[in-house]
Structure formats: structure tokens, C-alpha cells
């Protein structure tokens, strides 16, 4: 590689490399990863047009990069050995007990939170369903848990499955 290209990549690299913050890496670890993958993907001598696709290319080098550092950092789960409280396979979610409400609340976890799907597996359309979907949630808020235990009415999340069974 010649030295102008060189001085061009460096350069280039430095800008890109101070805007970006990567828990664990030095500024010059950042600029030599956007120069090494930049050579790799252009090659020694690549136009003077391609400025600001070299910049991009370096940017989202860094980018990716950072998202590996924070996947590796913030979704560590602990084992199940190394715990001493057990882990919860379960969750209970309120059901309201009016008719739309619990319609439009079991479709939506049939449908794993997509409202779209929710309002054609009930045969409604998109805005019926989200003004359903409104105030079944306000009814949830209102009467939380204790909508549920009155009525007695509970759906259980369980492992994989989105929905197995309805308690009366």
C-alpha cells in the first residue's frame, strides 16, 4: 500500500473512530480496525470517489463491533448451577374479565404481541382491534392481578409455548 493511501485511511479512520465510543477499546484499536477493514474490502489504491463509502464501510465496522461488546457484556446469564434461587419457568399474566378484553388479550398472546395478527385471527380490523387492545390494557392497569383472581381466570406462559392452558 502506498503511503498517500495510507495517510487517507488513517486519516479517515481517526474521524470516524473518535465519534464512536467502545467499552474496552483504545482509540488507536478503533483505528486500526476501520484501516484493516477498509484495506481488506478496497485494496491499495481505491478512488477518490469512494470517500465517503470508505467512511460509512469504517462506521459500521465500529458499529458491529460495538454491538458484539455489548451483547458480551450486558446478556450474561448466570448458570442454573451457579444460582441459588431457581428460576422461574412460569408467568402469569392478568386476564380482564371483559368479553373484548380477554378476546383481544388472548389473541394478542396467541400471536406473541403482534397486534396485526391478533386482529385477523379475531376477524376484526387494525383499529377496532388497537382501541380493544387500548382499553384492555387500561383494564389490566386498573384491576391488575385482582381482575384475575376474581374471576379466577389465569393463562399460563410456560417454557417455549405461547399460551397452553385456561384456568376457571
Known sequence: MDERTLKRYYKMARTVSKRLYIPGYELEDKIQECVLHAWSKLGDDPPERLNSYIWKLMRNRLISISRKVYLDNHFLVPSVVDTETP?????????PFSEKGKTITLAM??????LSRACKTIGVTYWVGAKMWQAAKREIRQEGFEASKVHSEFCWLCGDTSWTEMRS
Do not use: N
Not at 398472546?109 to 403482534?114: L, V
Open 109 to 114: 398472546i396467541d400471536c406473541d404481541g403482534s
Open 87 to 95: 428460576i422461574a419457568t412460569t408467568v402469569v399474566v392478568p386476564i
